[in-house]
């Protein structure tokens, strides 16, 4: 069913992104113009300070003794006096700038409402589960699982509860494969992202739907689906009042993931005994050796006809992270793209770090998509972190998407829904701004009719996503 816009949506959303990107010009313009000869002497002088923050970082991590700390010193002290600088001298432009960059981003925004960014995944309106079995683990997000009185709401619900008894090791895939032996035509795991990911797997091995609670700590997991962090127990409404999406899953070799694997510094630091008790103290030891290739494996990353050769860190992700848009670092626009999401490191010292910063495509980070990952190194395994969990995989490590494999059964009603903005994105705000008449409006696709209780986003529309993840990266 092709999606009608009227004539006076093209001309609003044209000129909103007229607006946010005159906004924009004004926001850099402001301090510059209030500020004269000396705001554009204080611009370079903020320029130059970055990039030795961003060299001082870098001689912090990589250096020991009395050069890191003197690096460190500059690190934070530059910055700080750079701020106290342009607030002393600019004040009023500065507060101009971000009165015209707050303008931008909302009207910026407003531009891009309907235009195919941040679109939902479909939604199923299916009967609830008849024998649902959720496992939960009482340690994960500091006990969440007694202080919101999970399992009590679950089997008022009519889920059968298996519990982790604390200081027991537990195989969460055979406890969930029993489940689905004894009849459960629903998994739910409440826990962090290492267990949601073990659990999922096997919901997906088998078909059946899996039910996401949001015990543990961080539940990026759940976020990108759009339930509430803040109350797990809300989760459980979708035994009752649910609907059914259809999302990826991606493995590392042999490993599910939900969110992401890393290789490189990271999961060789993870991977320390000592990490668990003194992150900060192990990281600063073995970071100096990790990033100058005295310690840790050589790596080579693959994708497509992307070649990666020695990076000290490689984040392959269920989906690609948003890069373009600081309002949404950290999130994933779509759980349903097909494609995995790259980001490579590879910096050869302090001028490599300071280009990272003030270069908009700077040569040390590789951002790309693609539906398969082969990771190599110089030696028979290597360390992973794998939705946070440390682990050593035989090598080479083949990551790869699983497009559409799980079922996960959400509330109807969720807060993520709602509340996700679209991604600020300029390249695609100058488009619309330059385009005349009804050519303003974005290219849609027209879509088969829906199910009678499918709600949300066609089919074709994973197709777009997949174009346009590739296209910004």
């Known amino acids: 069913m092709a999606v009608n816009w009227s004539e006076r949506g093209y001309h609003a959303q044209r000129w909103a992104a007229r607006g946010a990107l005159a906004a924009a010009v004004l926001a850099v313009a402001a301090p510059l113009a209030y500020g004269g000869v000396r705001g554009l002497v204080l611009l370079a002088c903020g320029v130059a300070g970055l990039a030795l923050s961003a060299a001082a970082v870098w001689w912090t991590l990589t250096r020991r003794g009395p050069v890191r700390w003197v690096s460190a010193l500059i690190a934070v002290c530059v910055p700080a006096g750079l701020l106290a600088l342009f607030a002393v001298t600019l004040f009023w432009g500065l507060l101009m700038s971000l009165v015209f960059w707050g303008l931008a981003v909302w009207s910026g925004r407003f531009a891009l409402r309907g235009t195919g960014s941040g679109q939902a995944v479909r939604e199923r309106?299916?009967?609830?589960?008849?024998?649902?079995?959720?496992?939960?683990n009482p340690r994960s997000g500091g006990g969440k699982v007694g202080r919101f009185?999970?399992?009590?709401?679950?089997?008022?619900?009519?889920?059968?509860?298996?519990?982790?008894?604390?200081?027991k090791q537990h195989d969460v895939t055979e406890l969930a494969r029993a489940a689905v032996a004894d009849g459960a035509d629903l998994l739910g795991a409440a826990g962090g992202d290492g267990t949601q990911a073990l659990v999922a797997a096997v919901a997906a091995e088998h078909d059946i739907p899996f039910l996401v609670i949001s015990a543990g700590t961080r539940n990026h997991f759940a976020l990108d689906l759009g339930l509430?962090?803040?109350?797990?127990?809300?989760?459980?409404?979708?035994?009752?009042?649910?609907?059914?999406?259809?999302?990826?899953?991606?493995?590392?070799?042999d490993q599910p993931f939900v969110n992401n694997a890393s290789f490189?510094?990271?999961?060789?630091?993870?991977?320390?005994?000592?990490?668990?008790?003194?992150?900060?103290?192990?990281?600063l030891e073995m970071l100096p050796d990790l990033l100058t290739g005295q310690q840790g494996p050589r790596l080579v990353a693959r994708a497509g006809d992307t070649t990666l050769t020695a990076p000290q860190a490689v984040l392959v992700s269920n989906n690609p992270y948003r890069t373009g848009d600081p309002f949404g670092l950290?999130?994933?626009?779509?759980?349903?793209?097909?494609?995995?999401?790259?980001?490579?490191?590879?910096?050869?010292?302090?001028?490599?770090?300071?280009?990272?910063?003030?270069?908009?495509?700077?040569?040390?980070?590789?951002?790309?998509?693609?539906?398969?990952?082969?990771?190599?190194?110089?030696?028979?395994?290597?360390?992973?972190?794998?939705?946070?969990?440390?682990?050593?995989?035989?090598?080479?490590?083949?990551?790869?998407?699983a497009p559409g494999a799980l079922r996960v059964r959400v509330p109807r009603k969720r807060?993520?829904?709602?509340?996700?903005?679209?991604?600020?994105?300029?390249?695609?705000?100058?488009?619309?701004?330059?385009?005349?008449?009804?050519?303003?409006?974005?290219?849609?696709?027209?879509?088969?009719?829906?199910a009678p209780h499918d709600v949300g986003a066609g089919p074709g529309d994973r197709n777009e996503s997949a174009g346009s993840s590739s296209a910004h990266q």
């Open 125 to 136: 309106r299916l009967p609830p589960p008849r024998k649902p079995v959720l496992i939960m």
């Open 415 to 450: 807060p993520g829904v709602t509340s996700a903005p679209p991604r600020l994105d300029w390249r695609r705000l100058r488009k619309l701004a330059a385009t005349v008449g009804r050519t303003a409006a974005p290219s849609r696709l027209h879509r088969p009719h829906a």
């Open 228 to 253: 509430d962090r803040g109350d797990p127990a809300a989760c459980l409404d979708a035994l009752t009042d649910g609907v059914e999406l259809r999302v990826d899953l991606g493995f590392a070799g």
């Open 330 to 401: 950290g999130r994933r626009e779509r759980l349903d793209s097909a494609v995995l999401g790259v980001l490579g490191v590879k910096l050869e010292g302090a001028i490599s770090a300071a280009a990272l910063l003030l270069n908009p495509e700077p040569s040390g980070l590789t951002v790309l998509t693609a539906p398969e990952v082969v990771i190599e190194a110089d030696r028979e395994e290597i360390e992973a972190g794998v939705d946070g969990e440390a682990m050593v995989l035989p090598a080479p490590v083949r990551c790869r998407i």
């Open 264 to 283: 490189g510094a990271y999961a060789a630091i993870v991977q320390s005994p000592a990490y668990r008790d003194d992150k900060i103290g192990t990281s």
């Open 149 to 167: 009185r999970l399992r009590e709401k679950a089997e008022r619900l009519g889920a059968r509860v298996v519990l982790l008894e604390p200081g």
